[in-house]
């Protein structure tokens, strides 16, 4: 893979990596501007040749040479690509490390790549160049800190290229591995010049050790922090802060006058994925509200109901390019904290649609019986056992999300109860995740006598299609 970029924000401006970045191109300029004969005298004279730091090894002379050497480049794709690497992925080493230690890995590993090279030909007199050493020691490093992030970059099959997303180990692995790989073929291969591959391999497996080093003094927060840090980062790029979650997935919160509750349920919300709000009408301040706390507020006007509120937060978040999206209640009913119940359930069961699971028992006797009733009525209709099929709180995929568009018009409250239906009929994936029961005084925007007619024409069209 030729890798384009990576899915991981940073906290600060890269001043070093950007910095470094610089000086290598104006010195590549400068070396462009003199002639052949020239340049090469130049890079004889400036750069490190490994039979002189075998001849003199602790030197100042032989220390200067090769920290000359890490800012020569032996032509343009040369220059790119360490400049494309060193762009990549030096920006979240140097933000992690800090500054001070972020330069002592680059030349450190800049300095381990030029011993890495000469112990494998010591008599050389061909001169080491370039910033790939350096570089490869800052790959060993991101590889440490961030595995698991997704790189996307142009994979090349012969005459076929596609774009496609691999985790941090995979690419970066592959790279270390091919290095490893070319540096065996070349041993006792005479060649007037040519790639320092063994450079690359100490330089990268220094930067290992350093960061590795680093992580055992310094330890690092648990995995879940660390999660949540680069979704904070990410906040300024909602594109990036479900990428981070390991799949793509949006927060979609249908509202009608709750701003009193609704800033809160954002808020949560934001603490795991991305958040849009769907507006349905509202003649209070619930879009002020929700947007002052970090949503994006989608109006819907006039007041048109749920299920058409969700059907507009559907068609958003596909527009978007999301994967799924985890739909939950503005009143307060749901718990935002519990959304990751929800991300795990997707990433081991791939469902399609997740429903949070009440315990009816701690309902309020009213509501207790109506949604007793409902599942029982619905499970035979349905002909299988759906033990909440009016939970509101739910992970719903893309695949569904457009199958509903497609197939679903309901714009009440009746639009998730067809939902299941969809889903069974199908046969996409169903799964379900106990969630928290709670009820506070919310007032109910759902119209009794409206809401039983409608579902029992839901329970005559499911049961005849049974």
Same mark, same amino acid.
């Given at each position: 893979?030729?890798?384009?970029? @990576?899915?991981?924000?940073?906290?600060?401006?890269?001043?070093?990596?950007?910095?470094?970045?610089?000086?290598?191109?104006?010195?590549?300029?400068?070396?462009?501007?003199? #002639?052949?004969?020239?340049?090469?005298?130049?890079?004889?004279?400036?750069?490190?040749?490994?039979?002189?730091?075998?001849?003199?090894?602790?030197?100042?002379?032989?220390? &200067? @040479?090769?920290?000359?050497?890490?800012?020569?480049?032996?032509?343009?794709?040369?220059?790119?690509?360490?400049?494309?690497?060193?762009?990549?992925?030096?920006?979240?080493?140097?933000?992690?490390?800090?500054?001070?230690?972020?330069?002592?890995?680059?030349?450190?590993?800049?300095?381990?790549?030029?011993?890495?090279?000469? $112990?494998?030909?010591?008599?050389?007199?061909?001169?080491?160049?370039?910033?790939?050493?350096?570089?490869?020691?800052?790959?060993?490093?991101?590889?440490?800190?961030?595995?698991?992030?997704?790189?996307?970059?142009?994979?090349?099959?012969?005459?076929?290229?596609?774009?496609?997303?691999?985790?941090?180990?995979?690419?970066?692995?592959?790279?270390?591995?091919?290095?490893?790989?070319?540096?065996?073929?070349?041993?006792?291969?005479?060649?007037?010049?040519?790639?320092?591959?063994?450079?690359?391999?100490?330089?990268?497996? &220094?930067?290992?050790?350093?960061?590795?080093?680093?992580?055992?003094?310094?330890?690092?927060?648990?995995?879940?922090?660390?999660?949540?840090?680069?979704?904070?980062?990410?906040?300024?790029?909602?594109?990036?802060?479900?990428?981070?979650?390991?799949?793509?997935?949006?927060?979609?919160?249908?509202?009608?006058?709750?701003?009193?509750?609704?800033?809160?349920?954002? !808020?949560?919300?934001?603490?795991?994925?991305?958040?849009?709000?769907? @507006?349905?009408?509202?003649?209070?301040?619930?879009?002020?509200?929700?947007?002052?706390?970090?949503?994006?507020?989608?109006?819907?006007?006039?007041?048109?109901?749920?299920? $058409?509120?969700?059907?507009?937060?559907?068609?958003?978040?596909?527009?978007?390019?999301?994967?799924? +999206?985890?739909?939950?209640?503005?009143?307060?009913?749901? @718990?935002?904290? !519990?959304?990751?119940?929800?991300?795990?359930?997707? !990433?081991?069961?791939?469902?399609?649609?997740?429903?949070?699971?009440?315990?009816?028992?701690?309902?309020?006797? +009213?509501?207790?019986?109506?949604?007793?009733?409902?599942?029982?009525?619905?499970?035979?209709?349905?002909?299988? #056992?759906?033990?909440?099929?009016?939970?509101?709180?739910?992970?719903?995929?893309?695949?569904?999300?457009?199958?509903?568009?497609?197939?679903?018009?309901?714009?009440?409250?009746?639009?998730?109860?067809?939902?299941?239906?969809?889903?069974?009929?199908?046969?996409?994936?169903?799964?379900?995740?106990?969630?928290?029961?709670?009820?506070?005084?919310?007032?109910?925007?759902?119209?009794?006598?409206?809401?039983?007619?409608?579902?029992?024409?839901?329970?005559?069209?499911?049961?005849?299609?049974?």
């Amino acid at each position: 893979m030729l890798p384009l970029q @990576d899915l991981n924000p940073t906290r600060r401006f890269p001043i070093l990596t950007y910095t470094l970045i610089v000086i290598n191109v104006l010195v590549f300029l400068w070396e462009t501007s003199m #002639s052949p004969s020239a340049l090469e005298a130049a890079i004889g004279e400036l750069s490190v040749v490994p039979a002189n730091v075998s001849a003199h090894p602790l030197s100042l002379a032989t220390l &200067l @040479d090769a920290l000359r050497s890490m800012f020569f480049h032996g032509g343009w794709a040369h220059l790119l690509g360490n400049m494309l690497y060193l762009y990549l992925f030096g920006d979240n080493v140097e933000d992690v490390l800090g500054r001070i230690m972020y330069l002592v890995l680059y030349f450190a590993s800049g300095f381990a790549a030029v011993i890495a090279q000469v $112990a494998i030909d010591p008599t050389s007199q061909i001169p080491l160049i370039g910033a790939s050493g350096a570089i490869a020691g800052v790959l060993g490093s991101y590889l440490v800190l961030f595995p698991t992030v997704r790189v996307r970059g142009l994979v090349l099959l012969v005459y076929l290229a596609m774009i496609r997303e691999w985790p941090a180990w995979i690419v970066l692995g592959m790279w270390f591995g091919l290095q490893l790989l070319q540096g065996w073929l070349s041993l006792g291969i005479e060649t007037g010049g040519g790639v320092a591959f063994f450079a690359h391999i100490g330089g990268f497996v &220094l930067g290992m050790i350093l960061t590795w080093l680093v992580m055992i003094f310094a330890p690092q927060p648990p995995v879940s922090q660390r999660q949540q840090r680069l979704y904070q980062r990410a906040r300024p790029y909602p594109f990036l802060c479900g990428i981070l979650l390991k799949a793509n997935i949006l927060a979609l919160i249908p509202a009608y006058n709750e701003a009193v509750r609704v800033a809160g349920v954002v !808020e949560g919300a934001l603490a795991h994925l991305p958040v849009l709000v769907v @507006d349905d009408g509202s003649t209070d301040e619930t879009a002020t509200q929700a947007k002052a706390a970090g949503a994006t507020v989608l109006p819907q006007i006039p007041n048109q109901g749920k299920g $058409a509120a969700l059907q507009a937060g559907f068609r958003w978040a596909i527009a978007a390019d999301y994967e799924a +999206v985890v739909t939950l209640d503005a009143d307060g009913q749901h @718990d935002p904290a !519990e959304i990751p119940k929800f991300l795990q359930a997707y !990433e081991t069961h791939r469902a399609d649609l997740i429903i949070g699971q009440r315990n009816f028992s701690q309902m309020p006797p +009213v509501r207790r019986l109506a949604n007793w009733l409902g599942g029982l009525t619905f499970s035979w209709a349905l002909g299988q #056992s759906v033990p909440d099929n009016q939970s509101g709180y739910r992970l719903v995929s893309r695949h569904l999300m457009e199958a509903m568009l497609n197939n679903n018009t309901e714009q009440g409250f009746e639009y998730e109860v067809g939902m299941i239906t969809i889903c069974v009929r199908r046969s996409f994936g169903l799964a379900w995740v106990p969630i928290r029961t709670i009820y506070a005084g919310e007032t109910s925007h759902i119209q009794p006598i409206q809401h039983v007619k409608n579902f029992l024409r839901i329970l005559w069209q499911t049961r005849r299609t049974t």
